[in-house]
């Protein structure tokens, strides 16, 4: 699979709960959760992890920046980048970022002015010359950023609640399903019908089976539900994701290894990958 001009997606950051950079997770690499969906000339990103921070660099003098980022959570694995998103700082661009999970509590304006006021960060969001707005939605619903894209949602079984997006775009589809946990023996229903017949499913993939009773109720699932839920969903590609920080560069080739015998064709997303439904 390569970079088409009209539907892609590029990762940014795949790791799960804390950025582990250094020599054993070099070629997975070691961002926390970001990854750029391109649809036709729209720039559509999902999570503000600590790959957040590249990924803005890489837009830095290409022109004014037009965004929607859309938030799984605002765990800080997830939000972390965001201070550091420098298209941010600068007037003549546009950032909208949307989550669907804080309502009725508390809303996304609040939670991010709460995560950059002192004494936790220096620089509050006062500090932004971009346009930017903020929306707050409830998961389940089908959110419509223009250009015959079409966003469908799902809320998800993790603590303070998450969401997963289905992308549409072109007759094609791109699901982003990360930050859920399982249930044993059961699949999750919301999930099947999210990523029915999808043509990339990326999804929450921190643990294998055999670890995951160490750490039920810590909201995340296993490669192998993926596999499962891409089969009960007859989805095409499974892309593993949001790896444990503890999973090393070897540990994610066998994690591969296993993966292409269970579901052929299933891919273990690495920093920089570039994937086309």
């Known amino acids: 699979m390569v970079q088409t001009a009209d539907f892609f997606v590029k ?7 804390i950025a582990c950079p250094g020599p054993r997770t070099v070629r997975y690499g070691g961002n926390t959760s970001c990854v750029e969906i391109r649809c036709g000339g729209r720039l559509l990103i999902f999570d503000a ?12 003098g290409n022109g004014p920046v037009e965004a929607e980022l859309y938030l799984t959570h605002t765990h800080f ?11 941010l700082y600068s007037a003549g661009n546009k950032v909208r970022l949307s989550a669907g999970h ?4 508390s809303d996304l304006r609040r939670v991010l002015m709460e995560m950059m006021m002192a004494p936790l960060f220096p620089i509050p969001p006062t500090a932004f010359k971009a346009d930017v707005s903020f929306v707050d939605f409830a998961a389940g619903g089908v959110l419509s950023p223009g250009d ?16 997963g997006y289905r992308i549409e775009y072109g007759g094609r589809s791109i699901c982003y399903v990360t930050d859920t946990e399982h249930e044993d023996g059961k699949r999750d229903r919301r999930i099947v019908r999210l990523i029915k017949g999808a043509d990339l499913v990326i999804y929450d993939s921190t643990y ?14 296993t490669w192998q539900e993926g596999v499962r839920l891409a089969d009960a969903a007859a989805a ?3 892309v593993i994701f949001h790896h444990d920080p503890n999973h090393d560069d070897d540990r994610m ?6 993966a292409e015998i269970a579901r052929p064709g299933t891919v273990v997303a690495r920093e920089g990958m570039v994937l086309t439904p």
């Not at 694995?77 to 298209?87: Q, V």
């Not at 015959?148 to 969401?163: F, K, Q």
């Not at 089976?209 to 699932?221: A, L, N, T, V």
């Not at 080739?253 to 296993?258: E, N, S, Y």
């Open 11 to 17: 990762f940014w950051g795949v790791r799960g709960s």
């Open 49 to 60: 992890g600590t790959g957040l921070r590249d990924l803005g660099n890489g837009l830095v």
């Open 77 to 87: 694995d997830h939000i972390c980048g965001l201070p550091f998103f420098a298209p």
């Open 102 to 105: 804080l309502l009725p509590e």
């Open 148 to 163: 015959g894209i079409t966003v469908r949602t799902a809320l998800l079984n993790h603590p303070n609640r998450a969401t």
């Open 208 to 221: 294998s089976d055999e670890e995951y009773p160490k750490y039920r109720g810590y909201g995340h699932s």
């Open 236 to 238: 095409k590609t499974l």
């Open 253 to 258: 080739d066998g994690i591969a290894a296993a």
